[in-house]
């Protein structure tokens, strides 16, 4: 099994800066991408940034010079430095990591269990 804690949600003001964070943990003998997807109320869950073991990076326009993603390949964590906060950022945030868990075998999605995180003065 695979598990995948996040920390580091919560409540920001508009303008204001959080940092997210997502550990993996359990029956990992890889991970390929990490990344984080954020779904709004009544909205669909939509892609926030990725990122592969090498460190390639890929992050939705709308947050694209505001926030940063990292991971540490060594501890199986993502990190995501959310900057210039805005009220539209307000969602739950999911992290996920695609797994392999023997060295033949595919990459398999795995999802945190969410952290909110609202923008509001």
């Known amino acids: 099994q695979v598990q995948l804690v996040e920390s580091g949600g919560g409540l920001v003001q508009p303008g204001g800066s959080l940092g997210l964070s997502c550990a993996a943990s359990g029956s990992i003998f890889s991970i390929t991408t990490m990344g984080w997807y954020r779904q709004a109320p009544g909205k669909q869950r939509d892609l926030v940034a990725t990122?592969?073991?090498?460190?390639?990076?890929n992050y939705a326009d709308s947050v694209k010079g505001r926030f940063t993603i990292s991971r540490d390949n060594a501890k199986n964590t993502v990190h995501l430095q959310m900057n210039s906060l805005k009220p539209e950022d307000t969602a739950v945030y999911y992290c996920f990591a695609g797994v392999k868990q023997r060295r033949w075998s595919g990459a398999v999605a795995y999802w945190g269990q969410g952290t909110q995180v609202t923008v509001s003065s």
């Open positions: 990122i592969t073991s090498d460190g390639s990076t």
